[in-house]
């Protein structure tokens, strides 16, 4: 677990060969990969992959190591972690996919790497809890600056309905012109 944590491939390597548990869990029942995902330590985590790690293991908040790619934005992970063929249907707590939090934090080179990889497969129009899709949280969570902007074209690019509504009925238009985020109203006019 710490060498995980602490991203020390050759320490993760010697825990491995000892016998350590791949699926050993803390008291929040995040797992080594999770852990190492968590912290984009992604050679710990291919090494981890490689020895059979489950990338779909869920933790106490409802996280997995995939899950947990959108939030830190890593798209080195997002290869790695592509690798091991997680289940990109699993939704973290709020009922989102990986996609939903890189729109909110603006993850342009994640969001490229999830909308133009074949080798991922995230539905870019789920709807999350709060009946939000990856446009949506990109446009209502995020500020309009230029990774905002880049995120809303890649996310366009990648096949984001531009017509689906929240749950208040707006779309990802209306919240752009409500908030003065004129640039992405731009982009999703076109």
Known sequence: MAAAREGKPDAVRDAIARGAGLETRDAARRTPLLLAAAGDHDVAARILVEAGADPDAVDAQRDTPWLVTGVTGSARMARV????????????????????????HAHVDYIREVTTNPDIDVDVNHINNLGWTALLEAVILGNGGEDHQQ?????????????????????????????????IARLLRK
């Open 81 to 104: 972690l592509a690798a091991a063929d997680p289940d990109y249907t699993l939704v973290n707590r709020y009922g989102g996919t990986s996609l939903i939090p890189a729109g909110e």
């Open 151 to 183: 995120s809303v074209k890649l996310l366009l690019d990648g096949g984001a309905d531009r017509s689906i509504k929240d749950k208040s009925g707006r779309t990802a238009l209306q919240h752009a012109e409500q908030k003065g985020q004129d640039a």
